[in-house]
């Protein structure tokens, strides 16, 4: 490097660092204005709500404030009884969907690959896929009794359609021309899968995963209610039965941070593994 190129670069690196450090601010600046604007809806309702309870047009029994909840959600936090029914919760919805999900990634991708599995599951699994779960939950309790393997099998049940038909589109959604080239190239099938397949069907298992996800909290909140003695539905059931309306939107409450928990992991995995999309953003 000459001194007229040492120069140069000594002059242009101080102005990288300044672009570098503007678009850094300006994507900071960005997330924190999306995460204000999110507050904006909640923080509305919350004050309405706790306006309208203040002023007594509604009773406790019915819409208990914002400021009842926290005491109560206070209350069952510091018994522990909160903890011991989420974590009974927690581990029959991953275990659920452990089971729910993996069937449906492996028979989404079975039929998907294979004309012959479609014609054979595909039809049968779809009739299947529009029973509702109310409907079914009865059956779950003669076949497999009131204790936990209906639970979980149920929230398998609602774990596995979603899964199974997102993988199953995203296999079949491959651009065919891209077949064309890997037989071309002389790819295995291994190699196919790995390279083209799963690739292009990423981000339709990727949504599958997370309304499968979202499907095993719904589950979860039909196989705690149907007959359980422990679990955030349990405690919302039983709250029910003695007017402790605070209590129920305690366990609502927690279903949807858990759930929104859930669903914001599976949004980092995708911007991960997705990066190579160019999408409109709005």
Not at 4 to 24: F, I, M, R, T, Y
Not at 180 to 189: D, G, H, I, Q, T
Request: aromatic fraction near 8%; proline fraction near 4%.
């Amino acid at each position: 490097m000459d001194k007229g190129e040492a120069a140069a670069s000594v002059v242009l690196q101080p102005d990288l660092v300044k672009d570098h450090v503007k678009v850094s601010f300006k994507m900071k600046k960005k997330r924190n204005s999306r995460f204000i604007a999110g507050l904006i809806l909640p923080v509305i309702v919350v004050v309405l709500w706790q306006t309208v309870c203040s002023l007594g047009w509604v009773t406790k029994i019915i819409l208990p404030s914002p400021v009842a909840i926290i005491l109560a959600a206070e209350e069952l936090i510091a018994s522990g009884v909160l903890f011991t029914h989420l974590k009974v919760s927690l581990i029959r919805a991953i275990f659920g969907f452990i089971i729910g999900g993996g069937l449906g990634l492996a028979l989404g991708a079975l039929v998907g690959l294979s004309s012959r599995s479609e014609k054979l599951l595909d039809p049968s699994l779809q009739m299947l896929r529009t029973i509702p779960h109310l409907a079914i939950s009865p059956l779950f309790i003669l076949w497999f009794g009131i204790g936990e393997e209906s639970k979980v099998l149920l929230i398998a049940l609602g774990a596995f359609f979603p899964l199974y038909v997102n993988t199953f589109l995203g296999i079949r959604r491959v651009d065919a021309k891209l077949f064309a080239v890997s037989r071309v190239l002389e790819f295995s099938k291994f190699k196919q899968l790995k390279l083209l397949i799963i690739p292009a069907a990423l981000p339709n298992i990727l949504l599958g995963l997370r309304l499968s996800l979202g499907a095993a909290w719904l589950s979860l909140v039909v196989a705690e209610l149907m007959g359980s003695t422990e679990g955030i539905g349990y405690m919302m059931l039983d709250a029910r039965q003695f007017s402790n309306t605070d209590v129920v939107f305690v366990g609502i409450i927690i279903f949807a941070i858990v759930g929104k928990l859930t669903d914001s992991l599976v949004k980092l995995i995708e911007k991960h593994n997705l990066k190579w999309q160019d999408t409109y953003k709005g």
